[in-house]
């Protein structure tokens, strides 16, 4: 009994039955004298009255711990039949008095003060103050009584006796009863003690309501934040008059003002009259009581003192400064939190001017004047800089390098953050709201940006604040808190922050309740696509909850298919899909400048920073103030693909090697394209890529192009490869440079519903010319190919019209007509070209730009030039070509390849070579036996050597050929064309003969002898190609280069 | 702010003699605040409701806060809870008061 948590188990009972009164009455008094009460009434009722107070006295001295005592007052109260029963009831109520304790509390005492002053004795040690708040009831009670015994002499009479028996009685117990007090004090006296403190505090306050019989509240007007001085100078009013005739009559006073308190410029008097007050005030500073003095409403008394609820401020919360002044309004972070939690140890970025203004400050005080508050702007918020303070003012500036932890003069820095001790009431630390860009730049000072925030302090900080919590009619919400918790319904009116509800869900259906948003939340279902609103930092961000975790919700966001967490109150049912995609004036897939020289395209908006996937082809996240301008879409940018052909924006083309990827145009920007496929999520499917390594696909609205067909097949074909048909098909011309010819010319139409028309071309594209007709005033687009150009004087057809213009188009439709072209083909369809079209060396990088590699310069380009023109035609090509080659450099191809080439330089200087020049295989015969000087392998191997580099591949396939007298390698050996080759003299077997062993011996058959160069190199395969091929396609220098 | 801070650590608090505040600085340091809310002054606990809404009815008329911003030391809690205090906040609340007793 003496545990003290059996006094908290009677504690709590009191508190189910609603008794105000204390639990002073221990649980054996409660069995003693409960049932003698029982008895009582039925005594009371079934015979006379006045023997019921006989044994009343006794019954309330019952106690199970002394049975004795209890039969002796049995047997004292002889007849009365009631000792039997209390025995039996005594047992059986032992188990149900926890139930109706109180109840039966209730009655006895009720009865027992209507006939016992000598109560008191007895309750007194237990009961005084139940006596006390029962006071009013009790007093009904025995007027009651009374009135009914006054009614009645008889009883009366007999109550007289009653209570003079009972007197007698208790006389004679009075001294068990001592004792039993004694033994009282001795069991309970420690948890007395206890109760000293307890006994106010387990009484629900519910119950401490007030009634009319407590003093009312008056408000009286006072001076606005003068509040706690009147209270003070109440206080030493009431101490002064303390038992003097003019003590006060009030019985309490207070305040509840403060700078943000809607009770300010009130203080509350506590008093039974209000001229209490008027006493109590008169002539006190600050206070005007003559003014309107407002009695409060009972009803209202409690919400006076209403305390709210001090948020617990935990380490990593965030909070507002108040003071110093210079930082007020500033976020800060919460370190650490003092003891006695009064003081809080908060981070903030420091507004520093290291001292800059201390001199105008010191300036004013010396004239004397109050130090004025810092006027002008407060320096920036801005990490602490060890160099700044070392500038400035290195005096008071210690600290340790390494911690990065500084003091400067009175403050301390840590990591370039100020660290302070402030008062917690200089902090604000409800509605903090942080923005994200504030708690970034906390966090940004490990340079890894938002990803180390803890949501949760931030979660933390923002819970409190209601703010930003919307409800809007046809949420559906859930009550997480209070009475009716639990509920689930639909919002139909919101004012304020009361919520009606229209509950759908549980027992309270279909009803209507109003709800504080305080313990509201909004309830979303798994599948549920909603819309992020604020508070968060992924603010109108869309998606589907897959997750909800009390009021945490995960959703799966449309744009990035990632999942991210945030609390149910900042979201919203979302009716639009992803629409988000822009931040400011940028937007989802613009082309934007990011410095003069780079350009990127925007591939993801974020609430505060964007993506973006720059010209080469990296990513990088960039806040919308670090670009410079945003480039409009040129709808007409035009470009030319890797065929030449042009591309404009939403044409689809594919990558040519690399990743080999396509996609559709999103943005030409000079030599980049911004394409953007289905195939891949990242980057939002925009990859970049270079003008030149793309090749169209198709084009939009099916505008013809050069390279419609995409690949050339026919460079594909092994058939062609080898040269089956001994047809050149070397690319021919490929650019049209300047006016297109055809412009002007006299035309008629071969083929459709203009067939037979005569007309002048006035326009061309690659394909199409637009005609106009000499018949009608009308012009038309006829494909090229339809057309034949006629002599505009003669009428005449002029046949090959095209293949007789230099610049005849490359790679158009118009093409195989070209290649039929016996005189064209038969010259200049080398295998060389070819085979080094085809060369590894062709795809490097370099050889990827095509035109700009010797082999294939020599194809294209060199093709152009009037000098291999000349050359292709001549009867034998070979020689022609080499002529035109050995002859160094006619052609600008040629020259280019050559500068690079040390080959040609020596092969033109070469006294056998030039010798040779007339005579191919004359050439070749010296050739053959300065190759076999030693010494030249070193620089030839790498020709003849499979693998030994990637340009020579193409001659290491065909290699096999070499043992057959050279004559079938398609590469260099097979330069040579048959012509040349086999046609030539019997001398022939001899350079072979050489030359075969060039081959065979590997090594020795390097004219590098004659030129240590690798160029010797080229010398030695200029022997069996054509020499410009080959030097073109030397991979020696080239080979260089490439390293 | 406190008025009678210097009898208060003179004559520890009359309603909380268990704390054993008097001219024990550091436990009064520890166990008041200076920080809360809502001054009362207390002319008649017993009389006042407002004594008795704050549960102050039981002890001596002064001046009493509404709220008292601060928390006690662990190791004098749990001494409390030891000698069977039962600690509620609002024994907390009062313990941290810094009262001006008459």
Same mark, same amino acid.
């Given at each position: 009994m003496s545990d003290p948590r059996d006094y908290n188990d009677a504690e709590s009972e009191e508190e189910d039955d609603f008794n105000p009164a204390p639990a002073d009455m221990s649980d054996d008094d409660a069995k003693g004298d409960p049932e003698a009460d029982e008895d009582d009434d039925d005594h009371h009722r079934q015979t006379t009255k006045g023997s019921s107070p006989a044994h009343k006295r006794p019954a309330a001295a019952d106690h199970d711990e002394d049975e004795d005592e209890d039969d002796e007052d049995d047997a004292a109260n002889n007849g009365d039949g009631g000792g039997d029963d209390d025995e039996d009831e005594d047992e059986e109520e032992e188990d149900e008095e926890d139930e109706i304790q109180g109840h039966r509390r209730k009655r006895r005492r009720d009865k027992r003060n209507a006939f016992f002053d000598i109560e008191a004795e007895v309750d007194d040690e237990d009961e005084a103050e139940d006596d006390e708040e029962a006071e009013a009831e009790n007093e009904g009670f025995i007027e009651q009584e009374e009135l009914g015994d006054f009614g009645d002499a008889g009883r009366l009479e007999s109550d007289r006796r009653h209570r003079e028996l009972d007197l007698q009685r208790d006389r004679m117990n009075h001294e068990d009863l001592q004792k039993e007090a004694e033994s009282f004090v001795r069991k309970y006296g420690h948890r007395r003690h206890a109760r000293g403190m307890g006994d106010t505090t387990i009484v629900p306050q519910r119950l401490l309501l007030p009634s009319v019989d407590d003093p009312s509240i008056w408000g009286v007007r006072c001076k606005e934040g003068k509040e706690r001085e009147v209270v003070y100078s109440i206080t030493k009013r009431i101490h002064e008059r303390m038992g003097t005739k003019d003590e006060l009559g009030i019985t309490a006073a207070f305040e509840r003002g403060g700078p943000n308190s809607i009770y300010k410029g009130i203080v509350y008097i506590e008093a039974y009259r209000q001229t209490d007050i008027?006493?109590?005030?008169?002539?006190?500073?600050?206070? +005007?009581?003559?003014?309107?003095?407002?009695? /409060?409403?009972?009803?209202?008394?409690?919400?006076?003192?209403? &305390?709210?609820?001090?948020?617990?401020?935990?380490?990593?919360? #965030?909070?507002?400064?108040?003071?110093?002044?210079?930082?007020?309004?500033?976020?800060?972070?919460?370190?650490?939190?003092?003891?006695? $939690?009064?003081?809080?140890?908060?981070?903030?970025?420091?507004?520093?001017? +290291?001292? &800059?203004?201390?001199?105008?400050?010191?300036?004013?005080?010396? %004239?004397?004047?109050?130090?004025?508050?810092?006027?002008?702007?407060?320096?920036?918020?801005?990490?602490?800089?060890?160099?700044?303070?070392?500038?400035?003012?290195?005096?008071?500036?210690?600290?340790?390098?390494?911690?990065?932890? #500084?003091?400067?003069?009175?403050? +301390?820095?840590?990591?370039?953050?100020?660290?302070?001790?402030?008062?917690?009431?200089?902090?604000?630390?409800?509605?903090?709201?942080?923005?994200?860009?504030?708690?970034?730049?906390?966090?940004?000072?490990?340079? @890894?940006?938002?990803?180390?925030?803890?949501?949760?302090?931030?979660?933390?900080?923002?819970?409190?604040?209601?703010?930003?919590?919307?409800?809007?009619?046809?949420?559906? &919400?859930? =009550? +997480?808190?209070?009475?009716?918790?639990?509920?689930?319904?639909?919002?139909?009116?919101?004012?304020?922050?009361?919520?009606?509800?229209?509950?759908?869900?549980?027992?309270?259906?279909?009803?209507?309740?109003?709800?504080?948003?305080?313990?509201?939340?909004?309830?979303?279902?798994?599948?549920?696509?909603?819309?992020?609103?604020?508070?968060?930092?992924?603010?109108?961000?869309?998606?589907?909850?897959?997750?909800?975790?009390? %009021?945490?919700?995960?959703?799966?966001?449309?744009?990035?298919?990632?999942?991210?967490?945030?609390?149910?109150? @900042?979201?919203?049912?979302?009716?639009?899909?992803?629409?988000?995609?822009?931040?400011?004036?940028?937007?989802?897939?613009?082309?934007?400048?990011?410095?003069?020289?780079?350009?990127?395209?925007?591939?993801? =908006?974020?609430?505060?920073?964007?993506?973006?996937?720059?010209?080469?082809?990296?990513?990088?996240?960039?806040?919308?103030?670090?670009?410079?301008?945003?480039?409009?879409?040129?709808?007409?940018?035009?470009?030319?693909?890797?065929? $030449?052909?042009?591309?404009?924006?939403?044409? /689809?083309?594919?990558?040519?090697g690399g990743m080999g990827r396509q996609g559709k145009i999103v943005h030409i920007h000079r030599s980049y394209v911004f394409c953007h496929t289905h195939q891949t999520t990242e980057n939002a499917g925009i990859f970049v890529s270079r003008v030149s390594s793309v090749s169209t696909i198709s084009a939009k609205g099916g505008r013809i192009n050069a390279a419609s067909s995409g690949p050339d097949l026919d460079s594909m074909n092994p058939a062609k490869k080898l040269n089956p048909t001994g047809r050149n098909d070397m690319p021919p011309p490929r650019q049209v440079f300047g006016r297109d010819k055809l412009i002007g010319q006299t035309v008629t139409i071969r083929k459709g519903g203009w067939k037979g028309l005569l007309g002048r071309v006035k326009d061309t594209t690659d394909t199409h010319a637009r005609v106009e007709l000499h018949t009608k005033s009308k012009v038309i687009s006829v494909p090229k190919t339809d057309l034949m150009v006629r002599d505009s004087v003669s009428g005449r057809e002029i046949k090959n019209y095209e293949s007789r213009r230099p610049g005849g188009p490359n790679g158009t439709p118009a093409r195989p007509q070209e290649r039929a072209a016996p005189d064209w083909n038969s010259g200049s369809r080398t295998p060389v070209v070819t085979s080094s079209a085809r060369t590894p060396a062709w795809k490097t990088p370099s050889g990827g730009i095509g035109g700009r590699t010797p082999a294939w310069g020599r194809g294209g380009d060199g093709g152009r030039t009037p000098a291999w023109a000349d050359g292709s035609r001549t009867v034998n090509p070979y020689d022609g070509s080499r002529t035109a080659y050995g002859s160094g450099g006619r052609t600008p191809a040629w020259s280019s390849g050559g500068s690079k080439t040390p080959a040609h330089d020596y092969g033109s200087k070469t006294p056998a070579y030039g010798g040779s020049n007339g005579d191919s295989w004359g050439s070749k015969t010296p050739y053959g036996a300065s190759a076999a000087t030693p010494g030249a392998s070193g620089s030839d191997s790498w020709g003849y050597t499979p693998g030994a580099s990637g340009s020579s591949n193409a001659y290491d396939a065909p290699t096999p050929g070499a043992s057959m007298l050279g004559a079938p390698t398609p590469g260099a050996l097979n330069a040579p064309t048959p012509g040349a080759y086999n046609a030539p003299t019997p001398g022939a077997p001899t350079p072979g003969g050489g030359w075969q062993s060039g081959w065979g011996t590997e090594s020795a058959p390097t004219p590098a002898a004659a030129a240590p160069t690798p160029a010797a190199s080229g010398s030695g395969y200029y022997g069996a190609p054509t020499p410009g091929a080959y030097a073109a396609d030397t991979p020696g220098p080239r080979y260089t280069d490439d390293d | 702010m406190p008025v009678d801070q210097q009898r208060f650590k003179s004559e520890g608090c009359p309603n909380c003699p268990f704390l054993e505040l008097r001219g024990n600085g550091e436990a009064l340091e520890s166990c008041t605040s200076t920080v809360f809310e809502g001054l009362i002054t207390v002319k008649d606990p017993k009389k006042s409701w407002v004594a008795k809404w704050q549960r102050i009815d039981n002890y001596v008329p002064g001046v009493y806060a509404t709220k008292v911003s601060g928390s006690i030391p662990e190791d004098i809690r749990n001494g409390l809870i030891e000698d069977g205090h039962v600690l509620i906040p609002y024994v907390i609340l009062c313990i941290l008061h810094r009262r001006h007793g008459f």
């Open positions: 008027l006493q109590a005030l008169d002539g006190m500073l600050n206070v +005007y009581p003559r003014s309107k003095i407002i009695l /409060v409403d009972i009803k209202e008394m409690p919400d006076l003192l209403r &305390v709210q609820k001090t948020p617990t401020l935990e380490p990593g919360a #965030w909070v507002r400064l108040k003071r110093p002044m210079k930082y007020a309004g500033d976020l800060a972070q919460v370190q650490d939190i003092t003891e006695n $939690g009064l003081d809080v140890k908060v981070r903030f970025i420091p507004r520093l001017d +290291y001292g &800059v203004r201390d001199d105008t400050i010191s300036g004013n005080t010396a %004239d004397g004047k109050r130090k004025r508050p810092i006027m002008g702007p407060r320096p920036p918020q801005k990490l602490f800089s060890e160099v700044e303070a070392r500038k400035r003012n290195p005096r008071i500036l210690t600290g340790n390098p390494q911690t990065n932890a #500084w003091s400067f003069g009175n403050d +301390y820095f840590e990591g370039g953050f100020q660290v302070k001790d402030i008062k917690i009431q200089h902090l604000t630390v409800k509605d903090v709201n942080p923005s994200l860009e504030e708690v970034t730049r906390f966090t940004s000072g490990g340079e @890894d940006g938002v990803e180390n925030i803890d949501l949760k302090s931030l979660a933390a900080s923002l819970k409190d604040s209601n703010a930003t919590t919307t409800y809007l009619p046809n949420d559906v &919400v859930e =009550v +997480y808190e209070g009475e009716q918790k639990g509920v689930v319904g639909k919002a139909t009116q919101v004012q304020a922050d009361i919520v009606t509800l229209q509950v759908t869900e549980g027992e309270l259906v279909g009803q209507t309740i109003d709800v504080p948003t305080k313990g509201l939340r909004k309830r979303f279902q798994l599948g549920d696509h909603v819309k992020v609103i604020g508070g968060s930092r992924y603010r109108d961000e869309l998606g589907m909850v897959v997750k909800i975790s009390e %009021d945490r919700v995960t959703l799966l966001t449309d744009q990035t298919n990632t999942e991210i967490t945030v609390f149910s109150k @900042d979201l919203r049912e979302a009716s639009d899909i992803a629409g988000q995609g822009s931040l400011g004036q940028y937007s989802l897939l613009d082309l934007v400048q990011l410095d003069p020289t780079t350009v990127g395209c925007i591939v993801k =908006v974020d609430r505060e920073s964007l993506v973006v996937l720059d010209q080469n082809g990296d990513t990088r996240q960039v806040m919308p103030s670090q670009i410079a301008n945003k480039l409009p879409k040129r709808k007409l940018a035009v470009a030319a693909d890797r065929t $030449g052909s042009e591309i404009r924006p939403d044409d /689809v083309v594919k990558e040519y | -």
